[in-house]
């Protein structure tokens, strides 16, 4: 579903590669924590999937397509086939859960029928139902994450990005939104998670990625954390 | 639905930056209306040109008795000298120029020069003899009034040849003077209109830089996030065209109709209604002008 081909991002010819020589594969139906050091690489490595930058060297595949040669008027239709969400939630404040939902379906089209039966739907698989007319700032943080999911996998994306989607919350919260994630991922959507919280790596026990230095330093199958510390010894 | 929402989010977006694009509206009002303005001063210029080329004459004053040019060194003109005159500009040679002649004598011109000044008291004090016999000459082509010129100033007999076109060109000078002027303002404010319409949608695409950055995310097209920008200018600058059309409809209908038309009737006014000619114009400039300078500022400010 992704796969880096001995990737490279430079962001300037000064400093380190954000990204060196990554090759990583990432199958269809996969829940991959990344994890690693702040600077080690891990929103970069998001941003090149999203084709938000290009990749220095190496190639990209998404889907089995070089981003490289998506042309412009094209990447819409890639990052359709991407659901993303952020540590700090990006919801629009003037607008309810539903409507902030229905955004993401408007912008690209979809019809009000169709969107008047899809976002319900939705809500209740982020376990929101009942808080359709909320405005954000009514909600709590992790009620924010779970709408901020949503708007994510509405349009049915074959993809879910997650940067540090926890950051934010206490550990309770957090495990409430790694429970929707698994389930979006059981529903059969790849799904990539940059993190630092080593409880819920550990507790989750799926593959795990570290990156270090813009290097994978660490692929498990069934990985744990292990702390920068422990990095450092192994 | 996409139409729809292209349209409340230019609505948010119009309501969020009011006081942006009531300038734009204004700027685009005011450099549109001196852009029509100039084009006014043409199209009035070309209909003075029209109406008066048709008419204009040029006259050829023939000498009388105390001439002093070297073609009259032989006095007051003689009947040969006249016949020779005449037969000259009725040859072949100056068809393709002379429409008409027609010869005013001394009586006529007297005749004339009484009706014209009916009112003054020098009218009793002029003489038939005072006066010079003419040959009125209509040209084919009025700007060919030079060939004339040339030709026949120094014929003996011939005291002066004259067009009222000098008097006209001056007229016109000074109206294409004014029209140069109204572009330059209008160049100058057009120029300002572009600069605050960049700024507009500058401020417009930061407030709803959020907007448009989940746009990107979930794979809005480059239509849908840049049409709602890309339009709120062009309709404030379809307004401001809109009303500078107004304005300068309003004031051709006052100025023109109502007051120079029937204090100079002999003159030929456009009309009120040619300037609903320029109305597409300055529309479509208008919307040219404002979709420019988005286009320019959204590339640099709404990344897609
Ligand atoms: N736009 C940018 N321009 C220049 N350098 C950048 C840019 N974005 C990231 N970097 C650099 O690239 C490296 C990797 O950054 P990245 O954001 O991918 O790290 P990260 O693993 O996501 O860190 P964190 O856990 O703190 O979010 C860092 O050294 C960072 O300074
Ligand atoms: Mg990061």
Redesign the interface.
């Known amino acids: 579903m992704i796969r880096f081909d001995n990737v490279t991002k430079t962001y300037d010819s000064k400093s380190q590669p954000a990204l060196d020589s990554v090759s990583l594969e990432v199958d269809r139906g996969e829940f991959v924590f990344l994890v690693g050091a702040s600077g080690s690489g891990k929103s970069t490595f998001i941003r090149l999937v999203l084709k938000e930058d290009r990749a220095t060297r190496g190639a990209v595949y998404v889907a089995g397509q070089n981003v490289a040669n998506i042309p412009s008027w094209r990447v819409p239709r890639l990052r359709r086939g991407i659901g993303v969400v952020f540590q700090d939630f990006r919801l629009l404040p003037n607008k309810t859960v539903f409507a902030n939902v229905a955004f993401a379906m408007q912008v690209i089209g979809r019809s009000r029928a169709v969107i008047r039966e899809t976002v319900p739907d939705v809500l209740a698989t982020v376990g929101l139902e009942g808080k359709n007319d909320r405005m954000p700032h009514e909600l709590s943080g992790g009620e924010q994450q779970r709408v901020a999911i949503a708007r994510a996998i509405v349009n049915r994306p074959g993809i879910l990005l997650a940067d540090e989607p926890t950051g934010n919350l206490d550990p309770t919260t957090s495990m409430g939104i790694m429970k929707v994630l698994d389930k979006i991922n059981q529903n059969g959507t790849t799904v990539v998670m940059a993190t630092h919280d080593d409880d819920i790596v550990d507790t989750m026990r799926k593959r795990v990625v570290e990156l270090r230095g813009g290097s994978v330093v660490r692929d498990d199958a069934q990985g744990i954390y292990v702390g920068d510390a422990g990095a450092m010894a192994g | 639905?996409?139409l729809a929402?292209i349209l409340s989010e230019i609505g948010s977006g119009i309501r969020r930056n009011l006081s942006m694009v009531t300038s734009v509206i204004l700027v685009t009002f005011i450099s549109l209306t001196f852009v029509g303005a100039a084009g006014l001063f043409q199209l009035q210029i070309n209909q003075m040109k029209g109406y008066w080329y048709d008419r204009v004459q040029v006259t050829l004053y023939l000498c009388v008795d105390n001439s002093s040019e070297t073609s009259c060194a032989t006095g007051p003109v003689t009947e040969d000298q006249r016949a020779a005159i005449q037969a000259k500009l009725e040859s072949e040679q100056f068809a393709p120029y002379v429409d008409t002649v027609t010869y005013e004598s001394q009586d006529e011109a007297l005749a004339h020069f009484r009706d014209q000044f009916a009112n003054s008291p020098i009218v009793d004090s002029v003489t038939a003899d005072q006066l010079p016999e003419s040959f009125r000459v209509s040209l084919v082509d009025a700007e060919k009034y030079e060939v004339i010129d040339e030709a026949f100033s120094s014929e003996p007999g011939v005291d002066a040849v004259s067009d009222q076109r000098d008097f006209l060109e001056a007229i016109f000078r000074y109206m294409n003077w004014a029209s140069v002027v109204a572009l330059a303002i209008a160049g100058v404010m057009t120029f300002c209109a572009i600069l605050l319409i960049a700024t507009t949608i500058r401020l417009s695409a930061f407030s709803r830089r959020?907007?448009t950055?989940?746009?990107?995310?979930?794979?809005?097209?480059?239509a849908?996030?840049q049409l709602p920008f890309i339009l709120e200018g062009v309709i404030a600058a379809v307004i401001g065209a809109v009303l500078a059309s107004a304005a300068l409809w309003g004031a051709s209908r006052f100025v023109i109709d109502g007051w120079l038309a029937n204090t100079f009737p002999q003159t030929a006014f456009i009309s009120s209604q040619q300037v609903l000619i320029l109305v597409p114009v300055l529309i479509l400039l208008g919307a040219v002008l404002a979709g420019l300078s988005s286009l320019l500022t959204l590339r640099r400010y709404v990344k897609?």
């Open positions: 639905m996409r929402f959020r907007e950055g989940i746009m990107r995310l979930v794979g809005a097209s480059k849908v996030i897609v």
